[in-house]
């Protein structure tokens, strides 16, 4: 079954505390990214990585670092944690996403509490 | 990306039709225009995309205005599993894949 997958799905920490969040997905995408959703604000990008070893910044990379070593993988990593980054993040991906037409597809999330 | 405009809230009853409307005047020439929606506690899931003419799917329809500066999704009969927020894009060419999602349109389903 095509499908991109996060873990872990619930994570409560504390601040400081390196923690990393793991992407994975099985369709041969190039082309993958991460967002987190808050109230009020909606989904808004992080990092998004075009190819392997190719990422950019999104619109809210403060705090976070990804990696893009292999094509189906793509962690976002957190190195210290504050209260401000608790979310719930999504990773998606497509195809390439150059044409307009493409759709991404996204993972079930993965809740983030840091106290 | 340019702007889209939704309504906050919208309800239905189940099994009936209903049609959730997206302005986005500013759109250009080239602009797809494309439907996520997110129920609850799940990430967003593609619904349906479209330029200038009218698209059907196995999930809903997509009816663009013929300005393109308006669309309606359609959903044709409503079920509790349809109640989610829905949202409207548009996705520019050679973008660097943002999508960029407003507050959507919060779509509650009644049986």
């Known amino acids: 079954e095509a499908q991109v997958t996060q873990n872990p799905r619930y994570l409560i920490t504390v601040t400081g505390k390196k923690l990393t969040v793991t992407c994975s997905q099985n369709?041969?995408?190039?082309?993958m990214s991460w967002y987190r959703q808050d109230p009020g604000l909606g989904l808004r990008q992080i990092y998004y990585?075009?190819?392997?070893?190719?990422?950019d910044k999104g619109d809210v990379p403060e705090g976070y670092k990804v990696s893009r070593k292999e094509k189906r993988n793509f962690p976002l990593i957190l190195e210290s944690p504050s209260p401000n980054q608790t979310s719930l993040y999504f990773c998606?991906?497509?195809?390439?996403?150059?044409?307009?037409?493409?759709?991404?597809?996204f993972g079930p999330g993965t809740r983030l509490l840091v106290l | 990306d340019a702007k889209t405009t939704q309504p906050n809230s919208m309800e239905s009853n189940e099994e009936e039709p209903v049609h959730l409307p997206c302005n986005h005047s500013t759109i250009s020439g080239t602009d797809y225009i494309h439907w996520y929606r997110q129920l609850p506690s799940q990430g967003p899931e593609y619904v349906i995309h479209g330029l200038t003419s009218n698209v059907n799917n196995r999930m809903a329809s997509l009816a663009i205005a013929e300005d393109r500066k308006s669309s309606t999704l359609i959903l044709h009969r409503a079920t509790l599993r349809d109640a989610a927020v829905y949202y409207c894009?548009?996705?520019?060419?050679?973008?660097?894949?943002?999508?960029?999602f407003g507050k959507g349109t919060k779509l509650s389903v009644k049986p």
């Open positions: 998606a991906s497509s195809l390439k996403n150059r044409a307009r037409q493409e759709t991404q597809y």
């Open positions: 990585s075009m190819n392997v070893e190719v990422t």
């Open positions: 369709m041969n995408h190039e082309y």
């Open positions: 894009i548009l996705r520019l060419g050679g973008s660097q894949g943002n999508l960029i």
